[in-house]
């Protein structure tokens, strides 16, 4: 059964900084790995989806790697802002479950002024 | 601007009570899945389905769960009798047949004393 994991669980840093988000996955056939943002009381919003053939996905500050072999994909965000103050999770699409999304727990992120 | 919309978006309930939530996909989209956010189980996928049929509801529990689409416009989600165990955010997402994106809608937030 595919599991999913983030770390850390939460994550506190100045405005500024580049922001380092890390996922794992225990089985490496994947159609695709996507990250989203969620803010409190809000849905999801998706930020980049990764296929299982690619390597990385950019988007303005956001920078996502997949390493499918290893597992791991690492969310990357320049140069933060406060608005960047939110809840960003990783999900999964297993090759035997099309359209089911396995989701990890999240990070929790806070970007002080 | 298309938008997963859901109803009601807040819902206080007594355990056995029955409890519907609705959702409205986005127009065009054929594919419609149901979530449950808790914070010790994270987010499951409950069902989804694709032109109105029910493709997978295996992480539902079936004695009181029932999750149905009258028309293309509307998905539902019911909940009888509640328990307070029930009590989590339930959302509901939407895409397209042979596209990998799933878009949130913002929640129902329920609680059930």
């Known amino acids: 059964k595919q599991e999913v994991t983030q770390i850390p669980a939460a994550l506190s840093v100045p405005e500024g900084e580049n922001l380092v988000l890390n996922c794992s996955f225990t089985?490496?056939?994947?159609?695709?790995l996507q990250w989203f943002r969620q803010d409190p009381g809000k849905g999801l919003t998706s930020l980049l989806l990764?296929?299982?053939?690619?390597r990385e996905q950019t988007s303005g500050r956001l920078n996502a790697s997949l390493d499918k072999s290893s597992g791991r994909s690492t969310l990357y965000i320049a140069a933060s802002q406060p608005g960047d103050s939110a809840t960003y999770l990783c999900?999964?699409?297993?090759?035997?479950?099309?359209?089911?999304?396995?989701f990890g727990a999240g990070t929790q992120v806070v970007v002080t002024p | 601007d298309a938008r997963v919309t859901q109803t009601p978006r807040h819902k206080v309930t007594e355990m056995g009570q029955e409890v519907t939530m609705r959702c409205q996909p986005i127009?065009?989209?054929?594919?419609v899945f149901w979530y449950r956010q808790t914070m010790m189980q994270g987010l499951e996928l409950l069902a989804y389905?694709?032109?109105?049929?029910?493709?997978?509801d295996s992480g539902m529990p079936k004695d009181r769960f029932s999750a149905e689409m009258p028309d293309a416009t509307l998905a539902t989600l019911k909940i009888q009798p509640s328990e307070p165990r029930d009590s989590a955010v339930y959302f509901c997402?939407?895409?397209?047949?042979?596209?990998?994106?799933?878009?949130f809608g913002p929640g129902t937030r329920l609680t059930v004393t």
């Open positions: 997402a939407s895409g397209l047949q042979g596209a990998y994106e799933q878009y």
């Open positions: 089985d490496s056939a994947i159609y695709n």
């Open positions: 990764i296929q299982s053939s690619q």
């Open positions: 999900a999964v699409m297993t090759t035997d479950s099309w359209g089911k999304l396995q």
């Open positions: 127009l065009g989209h054929n594919t």
């Open positions: 389905f694709r032109n109105r049929a029910p493709l997978d």
